[in-house]
Antibody, heavy 125, light 107 residues
Framework: QVQLEESGGGVVQPGKSLRLSCAAS????????MHWVRQAPGKGLQWVAF????????YYADSVKGRVTISRDNSKNALYLEMTSLRADDTAVYYC??????????????????WGQGVLVIVSS | DIQMTQSPSSLSASVGDRVTIACRAS??????LNWYQQKPGKAPKLLIY???RLESGVPSRFSGSGSGTHFTLIISSLEPEDFADYYC?????????FGQGTKLEIK
């Protein structure tokens, strides 16, 4: 079955960097676009970034643009989120999620059909 | 950017009740509307996609309707496991925005 497992979270000081990873299994990773979505404590869901299945397209939310880089390694079935210049308002649980184009046959305009369990990032001095 | 607004923000209901959650988009999104359920400490789970299509394995008591700017999630008869947070999300254009969520609580 589809499995997504995030890692790399923790407590980091403001202004520092952190790299999150998402290990994928149970499906052909190289055929799917992937997203990062975050959820601040007690708050709602916020889309962060998207990378196409072939890494030709990358998109970011305005709130993280210029500070965050999404990347992938299809040979390792892995998704990454490099975060720099971290701020207190980046504190959140970060989820990786699969683009569900299998449902709509439209890449990048599909629901997020599978999610990891999430990893907590706390930005605090 | 497209803004998604859900109502109500919270809702108290009893097992067996019929529940309706509304979602409005700030501009037309055709049927690019998805619904997710999230339980405390867990990841969101896709329930409904393309406004009205039930994801595999989701009970048939869940249904969705709407197009354009107004959408509805209906739970026809609440079960104990349905008490959770619910989010709508548009996937028509980036940034992919979510509604603020509806907390469904036991009365």
């Amino acid at each position: 079955q589809v499995q997504l497992e995030e890692s790399g979270g923790g407590v980091v000081q403001p202004g520092k960097s952190l790299r999150l990873s998402c290990a994928a299994s149970g499906f052909f990773f190289g055929n799917y676009g992937m997203h990062w979505v975050r959820q601040a404590p007690g708050k709602g869901l916020q889309w962060v970034a998207f990378i196409s299945y072939d890494d030709r397209e990358r998109y970011y939310a305005d709130s993280v643009k210029g500070r965050v880089t999404i990347s992938r390694d299809n040979s390792k079935n892995a998704l990454y989120l490099e975060m720099t210049s971290l701020r207190a308002d980046d504190t959140a649980v970060y989820y990786c999620a699969r683009d569900g184009f299998r449902l709509t046959l439209v890449r990048g305009a599909a629901p997020f059909d599978s999610w990891g369990q999430g990893v907590l990032v706390i930005v605090s001095s | 950017d497209i803004q998604m607004t859900q109502s109500p923000s919270s809702l108290s209901a009893s097992v067996g009740d019929r529940v309706t959650i509304a979602c409005r988009a700030s501009q037309g999104i055709s049927s690019y509307l998805n619904w997710y359920q999230q339980k405390p400490g867990k990841a969101p789970k896709l329930l409904i996609y393309s406004a009205s299509r039930l994801e595999s394995g989701v009970p048939s008591r869940f249904s969705g309707s709407g197009s354009g700017t107004h959408f509805t999630l209906i739970i026809s008869s609440l079960e104990p496991e349905d008490f959770a947070d619910y989010y709508c999300q548009q996937s028509q254009s980036r940034p992919y925005s979510f509604g603020q969520g509806t907390k469904l609580e036991i009365k």
